[in-house]
């Protein structure tokens, strides 16, 4: 439960300050990986992209939903993203009554563009660690994004390459 305080042990409470450290860091990257493009992107429009890329074409209820904002906050940001040419808006035969919206060729190549900005830094992190476990810390890290309701790597990837043929195909 969001917001909730729990009771941690010592050691629990030692990787819950570390991993916050760590959001930290990565907070950074993404800003940076962002600052680093031609197209000007919010971190909140950017994780609306990530979401087309995870989920495919969301209705702005739904991403509102994701995104822990209102109804009309996902509409304006999606409004943003459609005068930029990153989504785009349309209606399904099935559902009429709601807005559609899809990351198009441009939205899917800044998506990843700006990951593999991100992934070069975070490798560059690694690269200067000493892992002695590196599947085993893998393991654990894929079990907090799958926790956190995240798609995990293998899948995300796929379904960002998937999403080519899905813009391209326009729908």
């Known amino acids: 439960m969001a917001g909730a305080v729990q009771r941690l042990s010592a050691a629990e409470e030692e990787v819950t300050d570390a991993l916050l450290a ?15 493009l031609d197209e000007e992107v919010t971190l909140p429009q950017f994780r609306t992209l990530v979401l ?4 495919g074409p969301q209705r702005i ?5 994701e995104l822990d904002v209102s109804s009309s906050t996902a509409t304006r940001m999606c409004d943003r993203l459609v ?21 198009t060729p441009q939205g ?12 070069a830094a975070i490798a560059d992190l690694v690269a200067d660690l000493a892992i002695t476990r ?10 907090l994004v799958e926790a956190a309701g995240e798609v995990p790597p293998a899948e995300w990837r796929r379904r ?4 080519a043929v899905t813009t391209e195909s326009g729908g």
């Open 83 to 103: 005068r930029k040419g990153l989504v785009a808006r349309h209606v399904r035969a099935d559902d009429r009554r709601a807005a559609w919206v899809a990351l």
């Open 22 to 36: 760590l959001s930290r860091v990565f907070v950074g990257t993404a800003a940076r990986s962002l600052a680093r």
């Open 108 to 119: 899917r190549d800044l998506v990843g563009e700006a990951m593999a900005v991100r992934r």
């Open 134 to 143: 590196p599947l085993g810390f893998a393991a654990l890290v894929n079990a």
């Open 61 to 65: 209820v739904d991403l509102a939903v």
């Open 160 to 163: 960002w390459e998937a999403s």
């Open 52 to 55: 087309l890329v995870s989920r």
